[in-house]
């Protein structure tokens, strides 16, 4: 049983979003899910307009996610890897490097995004309707 895990704030679920957790499901078995919560988006700088009870039932309704659990710091990773058995992580490449110290518990993998779609796109075409 091959466990990738991800992690992200999902806002909004768009294309790009799930383009990326398809591409990571189809790396093993079983996806894993850390969705960031309403906290911890506040320390990345993100306001949301959905909260993480709404986020994190629409990112668990995916076909391809098998687990939802919540990030609530920067720290966690580590820790989740070694609970869940996990043998990738992965990310989009807007992170490239970022995560390059996991490579000590788990393959670390960055993945194209998909091009001109985000979040802060979306609210802002949805704020001129
Ligand atoms: N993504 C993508 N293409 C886009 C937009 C997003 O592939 N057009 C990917 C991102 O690269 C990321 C995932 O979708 O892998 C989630 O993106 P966000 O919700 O923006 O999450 P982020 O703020 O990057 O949070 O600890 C890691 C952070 O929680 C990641």
Known sequence: MKTIITYGTFDLLHIGHVNMLQRLAEL???LIVGVSTDEFNLLKGKQCIYGYAE???IVAALGCVDQVIAEDNWA????????HQVDIFGIGADWQGKFDELNAYCEVVYLPRTPSISTTDLKKALSQI
């Open 28 to 30: 093993g078995d079983k």
């Open 55 to 57: 986020r994190a039932k």
């Open 76 to 83: 966690q990773k580590v820790s989740d890897i070694q609970t």
